[in-house]
């Protein structure tokens, strides 16, 4: 079985540019997180769908982050304009089962400069 | 609400020697608790899951993990280390009954030295 799928895993920004990630997660799990890891910290989670439903977006910045699970598949998170705080990993992690094991994808890290 | 506590930032143990990772836990009732290990650049991997049941459960690798309703920990346990179980070890807690908010504790860095 494919594992979460995550696009770039790298991307080097300006300050106030904006930037996407794309997260394909394991077929079938009907629920996707998004993860923000900064450097010596654990991932903080930054919304959870279910299906295509947002169940949690409380730590999301939404001034400046925003996401979306169009279809409840793949999903996208964006941020506009990036700040250097937003330097960090991002994770992406499904889940299909009751439980909450969640799978992790490799992880985008972003580099704003 | 639900937190975790990773008390020991860096541990440095001796290949062949044996480790133990601490972890306490908060949560209002039964949680679901998880330790996972991140290698540098890579994604969480899950190495063992406590949901009921017995209260030692058996992972990857050869770790394994106590948990201790009394002292709300979860404790990550292994004999004897390897060099390659070098890397960063999270604890996670979550709620029981559908799809739950998963907490991480900040990690605990294993380096491992000949």
């Known amino acids: 079985e494919a594992g979460v799928a995550q696009s770039p895993r790298y991307k080097i920004i300006e300050k106030r540019q904006s930037v996407a990630f794309w997260c394909n997660p394991i077929s079938g799990h009907a629920t996707l997180y998004w993860y923000q890891q900064i450097l010596g910290q654990g991932p903080k989670l930054l919304i959870q769908f279910q299906n295509n439903g947002v169940v949690d977006d409380s730590q999301l910045p939404k001034d400046r982050f925003s996401a979306e699970r169009l279809k409840g598949v793949d999903s996208t998170l964006k941020i506009q304009p990036a700040k250097l705080e937003d330097s960090a990993v991002y994770l992406c992690a499904s889940t299909g089962s009751s439980y909450n094991e969640q799978f992790f994808g490799p992880g985008t890290r972003l580099t704003v400069l | 609400a639900q937190s975790v506590t990773q008390p020991d930032i860096h541990i440095t143990v001796s290949e062949g020697a044996s480790l133990e990772l601490r972890c306490n836990y908060s949560?209002?009732?039964?949680?679901?608790l998880f330790w996972y290990v991140q290698s540098p650049g890579q994604g969480l991997q899950l190495l063992l899951k406590?949901?009921?049941?017995?209260?030692l459960v058996q992972g990857i690798k050869g770790f394994e993990a106590e948990f201790k309703r009394s002292q709300s920990s979860f404790n990550l346990r292994k004999p004897s280390v390897h060099w390659s179980d070098a890397a960063e070890y999270f604890c996670?807690?979550?709620?029981?009954?559908?799809?739950?908010?998963?907490?991480f504790g900040t990690g605990t860095k294993l380096q491992v030295i000949p």
């Open positions: 949560y209002g009732a039964t949680p679901y």
């Open positions: 996670a807690v979550g709620g029981t009954g559908g799809y739950q908010k998963v907490t």
């Open positions: 406590y949901f009921s049941g017995d209260t």
